[in-house]
């Protein structure tokens, strides 16, 4: 079943806040799929989720490194894996790199920038969130659940 959130922020500070919300609704095994422009807000959105899951480390979008892989504070959730997808040329890079065991892990939540790149490796629990321009610092995000 899928399911449909519309959201209008009004500066950077209100993405990070939805991140800390939609935190909150994770239980693990979630690929959290954003799609946006350069600039739009999804490393504000991811740093919010971050922030929720008790990450005390600066969370930047891993553009070079392409997967950064933090600790959580979480009951349930014990990893965050935070992939930029913008350099990649598409699923089998994403394999290269091991993701396949952080999608297979209940205790892991994967979040993916650009994941447009890579929409083919995205299955099961996939939360889609668009972010794009409205005006100036605001922005539409549209968070999309497929259950």
């Not at 933090?70 to 349930?76: A, G, S």
Request: net charge positive.
């Amino acid at each position: 079943m899928k399911s449909e959130q519309k959201y209008l922020s009004q500066k950077p500070e209100d993405t990070f806040v939805l991140g800390e919300k939609l935190a909150t609704s994770l239980n693990g095994g979630e690929v959290v799929a954003l799609y946006g422009n350069l600039g739009a807000g999804k490393t504000a959105f991811v740093q919010g989720l971050a922030f929720a899951l008790g990450i005390k480390n600066k969370v930047n979008s891993p553009t070079f490194n392409i997967m950064k892989v933090y600790k959580t504070k979480h009951q349930k959730i014990k990893q965050l894996c935070h992939i930029d997808a913008y350099r990649l040329s598409g699923f089998q890079d994403l394999l290269d790199i091991g993701v396949q065991d952080y999608l297979e892990d209940e205790n892991v939540v994967v979040v993916i920038e650009w994941a447009e790149k890579v929409d083919q490796i995205i299955k099961g629990k996939k939360i889609k969130i668009k972010i794009s321009y409205f005006k100036e610092q605001q922005r539409r995000i549209n968070i999309i659940y497929n259950n």
